[in-house]
């Protein structure tokens, strides 16, 4: 069974930055992608970057250069490096993974999950 474990979440004041980590775990497909989702609450759980099977990163227009997708290359590592935080970045992230070659910021297209960590910025 996939296994996607998330680490680095905390507090942070706005302005600040953060780095989470996701390893992932049995992902045996020749092409999958990862990718970070969040929550906050009240809220829809949202696309906020992946990186498909070639590298290729995609991101939401409200984290475009704040934040960046990296991966390792034995592709089963990913991190997310959080830069001038602001409150509304305040949610719990998800770290995701699909088989195939595309992933795209759609929740629904994303099969396993991890159990999330929590970001909270502080104004």
């Known amino acids: 069974q996939v296994q996607l474990v998330e680490s680095g979440g905390g507090s942070v004041q706005a302005g600040g930055s953060l780095r989470l980590s996701c390893e992932a775990s049995?992902?045996?497909?020749?092409?999958?992608?990862m990718g970070w989702f969040r929550q906050a609450p009240g809220k829809e759980r949202e696309g906020v970057a992946v990186?498909?099977?070639?590298?290729?990163?995609r991101y939401a227009d409200f984290v475009k250069g704040r934040f960046t997708i990296s991966r390792d290359g034995a592709k089963n590592r990913i991190w997310l490096q959080l830069n001038n935080v602001k409150p509304e970045d305040t949610a719990l992230y998800y770290c995701?993974?699909?088989?195939?070659?595309?992933?795209?910021?759609?929740?629904?297209?994303?099969?396993?999950w991890g159990q999330g960590t929590q970001v909270t910025v502080s104004s």
């Open positions: 995701a993974a699909k088989e195939g070659g595309f992933g795209y910021l759609r929740v629904e297209d994303w099969k396993f």
């Open positions: 049995r992902l045996s497909y020749s092409y999958f992608c």
């Open positions: 990186v498909e099977d070639d590298g290729s990163p």
